[in-house]
């Protein structure tokens, strides 16, 4: 389905943005993603907003054209399938940048220096990986991501859900004990009083990830503009102004 960020004119169909960037529907930047997954993607008052949308926004309105946001199944984001078919010109997703991934698409640079987390339920008593295995708890994640194969990694088999907030409600329902997902998507979580009075964070996990936007291989006029647009905002402070309003306090080598 698509949810637009905001109001565009023209008709669809392939054409090109200011500076010759190539875009999939006139006057749009098409970005897939997978909702919802906060704080860089969800769904606010009938909008879809977040740290990434927010970030694209500014690649969209620097090629004067707007951005429309397509949600699509996370596994299309390993394969570059929707980008390859021609459904969108670029993904946003909270996407860790992995060589596996390198092969079907190409990365912006990195925005994003992310790490994995492990939140659990207050009554299961765990507060690490460790104390999951020990007690024979059961671990969730959600499916595809940088957290299920770090789990796997460790000699886990998580239960796997569809999107965060199926891991969320796995919690929730006691499916699962405890879920590994990335740490801001827990910040946002426990930012809700009912989940801070069921649930606790516990071991952080620095896997070394970062974060990138992806795009079609080759589409390097379109890489070029997220460059420029994510430089531009880092060297103004708006990086750290949108960093900020959507993630929280910046981290302590930024202060």
Same mark, same amino acid.
């Given at each position: 389905m698509f949810l637009a960020v905001g109001c565009s004119s023209g008709d669809d169909g392939p054409a090109e943005a200011a500076g010759g960037v190539p875009v999939v529907a006139k006057g749009k930047l098409t970005? =897939?993603?997978?909702?919802?997954?906060?704080?860089?993607?969800?769904?606010?008052?009938?909008?879809?907003?977040?740290?990434?949308? /927010?970030?694209?926004?500014?690649?969209a309105?620097? #090629?004067?054209?707007?951005? *429309?946001?397509?949600? *699509?199944?996370?596994?299309?984001?390993?394969?570059? @399938?929707? !980008?390859?078919?021609? &459904? =969108?010109?670029? +993904?946003?997703?909270?996407?860790? %940048? *992995?060589?596996? &991934?390198?092969?079907? $698409?190409?990365?912006?640079?990195?925005?994003?220096? @992310?790490?994995?987390? !492990?939140? +659990?339920?207050?009554? /299961?008593? $765990?507060?690490?990986?460790?104390?999951?295995? /020990?007690?024979?708890?059961?671990?969730? +994640?959600? +499916?595809?991501?940088?957290?299920e194969s770090y789990a796997k990694s460790q000699g886990f088999d998580p239960v796997a859900f569809e /999107?965060?907030? @199926? $891991? #969320?409600?796995? #919690? &929730?329902?006691?499916?699962?004990?405890?879920?590994? %997902?990335?740490?801001?998507?827990?910040?946002?979580?426990?930012?809700?009083?009912?989940?801070?009075a069921e649930f606790v964070p516990g071991q952080s996990i620095d896997t070394g990830e970062q974060y990138g936007f992806s795009v079609k291989k080759g589409n390097t006029k379109l890489l070029a503009a997220i460059y420029k647009a994510i430089k531009d905002a880092k060297a103004d402070g708006t990086y750290d102004k949108l960093y900020k309003q959507w993630i929280g306090p910046l981290p302590q080598a930024k202060s």
């Open positions: 970005t =897939c993603t997978h909702l919802p997954y906060p704080p860089f993607q969800f769904e606010q008052d009938g909008k879809v907003v977040g740290f990434d949308v /927010s970030l694209i926004d500014l690649v309105k620097n #090629l004067k054209v707007e951005q *429309t946001i397509l949600d *699509t199944p996370f596994e299309t984001f390993k394969t570059g @399938a929707f !980008l390859n078919s021609g &459904r =969108c010109d670029l +993904a946003a997703a909270g996407m860790t %940048i *992995t060589d596996e &991934r390198k092969k079907n $698409v190409d990365f912006s640079v990195p925005y994003f220096d @992310a790490t994995q987390a !492990l939140l +659990a339920t207050k009554k /299961s008593g $765990v507060t690490s990986l460790a104390d999951v295995k /020990s007690q024979k708890k059961k671990l969730g +994640a959600q +499916a595809e991501t940088t957290g /999107s965060s907030d @199926a $891991v #969320l409600n796995g #919690l &929730r329902t006691g499916q699962v004990d405890a879920v590994v %997902i990335d740490y801001p998507v827990v910040q946002g979580w426990l930012k809700d009083k009912a989940n801070a």
